[in-house]
């Protein structure tokens, strides 16, 4: 069974840190991204890991910013979030692509709020 699990949100002030959490099921994955969606708006892409090449990749929002990572002997992946503004303020979701069948899995989302 593929499970996502996502931790770490919270309410914070602008200008902290956060960082998210996401334990996967041990299975191999091709690739890692969070994606976010704020009240009345669509889910967004965040940031993204691909093992092909190695690379991640970065929603211009966040550029700078957020760093996604991935600790394989944990099977967890991060998203450390700098400088957090109200902006930022959404459901965070952790998603990965099984390498078996490229079917992308979802977590269940981490809410992040940031707030003066």
């Known amino acids: 069974q593929v499970q996502l699990v996502e931790s770490g949100g919270g309410l914070v002030h602008p200008g902290d840190s956060l960082r998210l959490s996401c334990a996967t099921s041990?299975?191999?994955?091709?690739?890692y991204d969070w994606f976010r969606q704020a009240p009345g708006k669509e889910r967004e892409f965040v940031a993204g890991f691909r093992w092909s090449n190695s690379g991640t990749n970065y929603a211009d929002s966040v550029k700078g910013r957020f760093t996604i990572s991935r600790d394989n002997a944990k099977n967890t992946v991060y998203l450390q979030m700098n400088s957090l503004k109200p902006e930022d303020t959404a459901v965070y979701y952790c998603?990965?692509?099984?390498?078996?069948?490229?079917?992308?899995?979802w977590g269940q989302g981490t809410q992040v709020t940031v707030s003066s």
């Open positions: 998603s990965a692509r099984l390498s078996a069948t490229m079917r992308r899995y």
């Open positions: 041990g299975r191999t994955f091709s690739s």
